[in-house]
């Protein structure tokens, strides 16, 4: 049963980087038929895709966050992480990471780590 | 605002059957696969149907999906007070190569 697992600063200033790590259980990061996903709900509010990464360090991010976000891969710690620049009150909410596999009838998230609450806030 | 419509909110009472609706457009659901995710109060979402209409292993047969054009269904029958929670459908979307677009989801309540 694979398991995922975010830790991070709970607190970021604004303007500041938030950075969040991902560390993978239960599984290999660095099989072929996965993507490893950043998704985050504010509170109260619905999900919100961030980004993904395969394997091979190729990318995909949310066009309305792309310009801030880096997504990056460790294959040796089974991990993947997040960096999201120039935070604001915004940004502040749960984040998740999400494995999402490769389906032949279509890809989806099977599995979520659960949970960490980032709060930006000076 | 969300890219997928879906109602705010719905409700039944138990063992009465509730549909969920999720309306998107040519992009997303029109051209790719639907899946459903159930968050119940303080956790994780957890895949309820994927591909349109799949179960996960573990997920009982009275949750059923369905799609339709640039629409989806969630359907439950057999309502049971476990099921109380948000529901949020999920597709690709394929313009700018992605993102996943979810719906705004329905909080479900079990009268």
């Known amino acids: 049963q694979v398991q995922l697992q975010e830790s991070g600063p709970g607190l970021v200033k604004p303007s500041q980087t938030l950075s969040l790590t991902c560390t993978v259980s239960?599984?290999?990061?660095?099989?072929?038929?996965?993507?490893w996903s950043w998704i985050r709900q504010p509170a109260g509010k619905g999900l919100e895709w961030i980004g993904r990464i395969y394997t091979s360090g190729s990318t995909n991010y949310n066009p309305s966050l792309k310009s801030r976000v880096t997504i990056s891969v460790d294959t040796s710690k089974n991990q993947f992480s997040l960096k999201l620049s120039s935070v604001t009150a915004a940004d502040t909410a749960v984040y998740y990471c999400a494995r999402e596999l490769i389906g032949l009838g279509g890809d989806y998230v099977d599995y979520w780590g659960q949970g960490t609450l980032v709060t930006v806030s000076s | 605002q969300s890219v997928l419509t879906q109602p705010p909110s719905a409700s039944g009472t138990p063992g009465q059957r509730v549909t969920i609706s999720c309306s998107g457009s040519s992009s997303n659901i029109g051209s790719n696969t639907v899946n459903w995710y159930q968050q119940l109060p303080g956790t994780a979402p957890k895949l309820l149907i994927y591909?349109?209409?799949q179960r996960p292993s573990g997920v009982p047969d009275r949750f059923s999906g369905s799609k339709s054009g640039t629409s989806a269904s969630l359907a439950i029958s057999g309502l049971q007070s476990e099921d109380e929670a948000d529901y949020y459908c999920a597709a690709w979307d394929d313009s700018l190569n992605g993102p996943w677009v979810f719906g705004g989801g329905t909080k479900l309540t079990v009268l």
């Open positions: 239960g599984g290999s990061i660095s099989s072929g038929s996965y993507y």
């Open positions: 591909s349109n209409n």
